[in-house]
């Protein structure tokens, strides 16, 4: 009796026991959830770089963020005894809500910049400063702060300050590569501004309708600058894609508002800050309408389809400024110039490092400036905004702006107009993955002519090399070593200032001495 009593005390001992155990497993699933809360997102590009180079900006003043054309009125020029070394850092963070409430149809993003030299300034306000000693800097800029609105599949619905981009794509969307390398690839808008956008993505076609205020001023009164925009693009078959484009900018600021002291807009400071031509009406009040019309195309846009890539476009910009006189309204200037561009990419190896690529861009120039008020020269979004529009990814380093920048962007070629003068040039590029998908390298070169002639130069403006590697410590981590020599031509033998500022800096008679730069990058895009 006694043996049978221990028996039946086992049995439901081990049986509670084990009961117990696996309802302990089963609470124990149930408390950790099967996967993270996706409501809300937190995204970040960091990089840090050292910078030694010949180039500075003389301007005491100019001790943070640093923008527009080299030997420009931001007084950026080189030396033959002066070495730069500096550090910079900038952190980019993303906040992304999409509540489930809205069935993820509905998305808010807030996106704010935060850079610094090291060692610049502390225990202040403003912007690109804030690495001295004990920092306490109130820097935080603001990048984007939009709404995206899902109606139904393929639409999309974007409100608020936002990525302004001359391609058709969603930018919150789309690779930044395939934004660089497609459409007008930033070259004429490429900025932040308020508005709305509708996007419409189908199987084989898409399209973007967008609205921009550029400048409000007085709220009662129509002295606006507004951006208009309608691009649509259409797969012909698996490789080729083509586009019909406009955009539309109307100006009745007569100048007012703009970037601090600079102004903007056709007369304003920011055109020769920027590198852009400048319509020079005096104090005269002016009004504008400017249109863009043009056509984009790639074959084999992601590169995945065989090893040749061809992408590029055509834009035609025309218009007409209206001057105030003491006679009245004015006829001020006609406009009338275009850019093409074609990029050829084939890919030789296994990955997409293993390329060689040809980019080569002209843009139409003005030789007289305003004497027959017709300006046959390029017009880009850098008149109004600093900048408004870039070519970072042509693989040129000083000739052509890039994109491992933080507070100094200052190529020689600030904007498409190459301050009225257009160009002709291009790049050839080389890139090797020598481990795959963990180090590369590439060498480059570069080359531009001036289409018009500056008074007391020619129309060669130089020749780059450049070299760099990267070493990928992790996904979307990497460590780079880029280095670029810039020898100028006889372009900057003038010190012309027909179009604005003097194209060699204001220095009479003398060829300023040639550019170089070697900087290394820490980059980590966090998710």
């Known amino acids: ?45 960091y990089i840090n770089q050292g910078v030694t180079s010949n180039f500075f900006p003389t301007n005491e003043f100019l001790r943070g963020q640093v923008i527009g054309r080299m030997f420009g009125r931001n007084t950026t020029s080189t030396s033959d005894t002066a070495t730069t070394a500096y550090i910079e850092q900038r952190l980019i963070p993303f906040f992304i809500y999409q509540p489930h409430l809205f069935n993820g149809k509905a998305v808010m993003r807030a996106v704010f910049e935060i850079d610094w030299t090291w060692g610049d300034v502390s225990y202040g306000a ?214 093409a561009n074609l990029r050829l990419t084939y890919r030789y190896g296994q990955t997409l490092q293993d390329n060689v690529n040809i980019d080569m861009m002209y843009t139409s120039g003005d030789d007289n400036g305003l004497e027959d008020r017709r300006y046959s020269g390029v017009m880009t979004g850098n008149s109004w905004a600093a900048p408004g529009g870039f070519w970072i990814n042509s693989g040129a380093y000083i000739l052509f702006p890039h994109s491992n920048v933080v507070n100094r962007f200052t190529p020689v070629v600030g904007d498409l107009s190459n301050m009225g003068y257009g160009f002709t040039g291009g790049t050839v590029n080389y890139s090797k993955g020598i481990i795959p998908h963990r180090l590369h390298a590439k060498v480059g070169t570069a080359a531009a002519f001036s289409n018009a002639t500056p008074v007391g130069g020619g129309n060669f403006m130089g020749v780059e090399a450049n070299a760099g590697i990267v070493y990928n410590l992790g996904p979307f981590m990497s460590l780079e070593l880029h280095a670029a020599h810039l020898w100028l031509g006889d372009f900057f033998d003038s010190a012309d200032d027909r179009y604005g500022y003097p194209v060699n800096g204001g220095v009479q008679g003398q060829r300023p001495v040639n550019p170089w730069t070697t900087f290394i990058v820490y980059k980590w895009l966090m998710f």
Do not use: C
Not at 1 to 11: A, D, G, P
Not at 276 to 305: C, I, K
């Open 1 to 45: 009796m006694k043996r049978l009593f221990i028996y039946v005390f086992l049995f439901f001992g081990l049986a509670g026991f084990t009961g117990f155990a696996q309802q302990s497993a089963r609470v124990f699933d149930t408390e950790v959830p099967g996967e993270p809360n996706k409501q809300f997102q937190f995204l970040a590009f």
């Open 126 to 339: 403003g912007g690109n400063q804030g690495g001295a000693v004990s920092g306490h800097q109130v820097n935080i800029q603001t990048q984007n702060v939009e709404i995206e609105y899902m109606p139904a599949t393929g639409w999309m619905i974007n409100l608020g300050l936002q990525r302004m981009y001359d391609n058709p794509y969603n930018p919150y969307r789309t690779v930044a590569d395939k934004m660089l390398q497609n459409g007008y690839r930033m070259t004429y808008f490429g900025t932040h501004a308020v508005g709305l956008t509708l996007y419409r993505n189908a199987d084989y076609h898409r399209w973007k309708a967008g609205y921009f205020k550029f400048y409000e001023n007085d709220i009662f009164m129509s002295d606006d600058v507004n951006m208009y925009e309608f691009q649509y693009e259409r797969n012909i078959n698996k490789l080729w894609r083509a586009a019909v484009t406009s955009h539309y900018v109307r100006d009745r600021a007569r100048g007012k508002g703009g970037i601090s002291i600079l102004g903007q807009g056709l007369n304003s400071n920011l055109a020769e800050y920027n590198g852009v031509f400048r319509f020079r009406f005096g104090s005269n009040p002016y009004e504008a309408d400017v249109v863009w019309l043009g056509t984009h195309f790639s074959r084999n846009a992601d590169m995945m389809l065989d090893r040749f890539a061809l992408n590029g476009f055509f834009n035609y910009n025309l218009g007409v400024v209206n001057v105030l006189r003491e006679a009245g309204w004015r006829q001020g200037a006609d406009i009338a110039g275009f850019a």
